[in-house]
């Protein structure tokens, strides 16, 4: 195994008490899950509980009225979008977040992840709200496996050896050298990382067919191609480049044939402005020439 991935995987920190007996409990009842236990196993930790009510509340949930109970939350959102949500915002609240290595400031790393976790709320939440807030744990954590590869390659010393291998791609193809440094790219490794901490079969499926959604099965399809086409959008260096952005409707198109379907049109108006106006001046620009 190589060195990098060796030392991602041993220093996986493990999730809270609460969060490992929630899902625990919901994983060991399966239909049979009672609403009030779950509800009663949250509420045991005060931070989780009050984390809980803020996420739920948020615009990621698109909720039509404030939710104020825990009770409420699991009935209005469902136990497998609590339990998902729970694991993946106690997952993000541990790391340390330095992604030097991949040539990225901290922070606009930061707030590109905070805005693609948000555009899956406003280009899903009318369009397909069930989806809209099963994704919402993916978003989330998306860019996780680069978080933990930049960890891992700091602590052995191969940091300036890894920017320096993305500079000569001109910081494109980030995948290929994860895979020569890492043993695996960030994206696949996510998989494995949502499978680690048991995640909904369906999650990790999304996750898993990511970089190649038309061979998910069927009823996973459309959560791959809606990660595949986030990850065009908000890709690191590439992300909303004129040619990613094309690689995105290429992907709504490619889903059609798939027999999935998404409206083109919403898309097309939920880009981020400043993404659509460069794709706009680069098509200009093309026609000129």
Request: glycine share 6%.
């Amino acid at each position: 195994m190589n060195e990098v991935l060796f030392r991602t995987i041993d220093n996986l920190p493990p999730l809270p008490a609460t969060v490992v007996k929630l899902r625990d409990y919901i994983d060991s009842v399966g239909a049979d899950v009672d609403i009030t236990k779950v509800a009663a196993i949250i509420q045991e930790d005060p931070l989780l509980t009050a984390e809980l009510l803020r996420l739920a509340n948020s615009p990621f949930y698109g909720l039509s009225r404030e939710v104020s109970t825990i009770q409420q939350v699991v009935s209005l959102l469902g136990v497998s979008n609590v339990k998902n949500i729970t694991i993946a915002n106690s997952i993000k609240n541990v790391f340390r977040i330095d992604v030097s290595p991949y040539g990225i400031d901290t922070g606009e790393f930061m707030n590109t992840c905070a805005r693609e976790a948000n555009f899956v709320a406003d280009w899903l939440g009318e369009e397909d709200k069930k989806l809209s807030q099963m994704l919402v744990p993916c978003a989330m954590l998306l860019r996780l496996g680069v978080i933990l590869f930049s960890n891992s390659l700091r602590v052995l010393g191969k940091d300036e050896e890894f920017l320096q291998k993305l500079k000569k791609q001109n910081f494109t193809n980030i995948s290929l050298v994860e895979e020569e440094c890492c043993g695996v790219d960030s994206l696949s490794f996510l998989g494995f990382l949502f499978n680690h901490w048991r995640f909904d079969e369906s999650l990790i499926e999304y996750i898993s067919f990511m970089t190649n959604p038309h061979s998910a099965h069927d009823d996973a399809k459309k959560g791959a191609y809606a990660l595949a086409v986030i990850n065009c959008l908000f890709e690191s260096h590439v992300g909303g480049s004129s040619t990613n952005i094309h690689k995105a409707f290429g992907l709504l198109e490619e889903a059609q044939k798939q027999g999935v379907y998404f409206s083109i049109e919403n898309f097309k108006n939920k880009i981020p402005a400043d993404l659509m106006a460069n794709f706009e001046q680069a098509s200009v620009e093309q026609t000129d020439n």
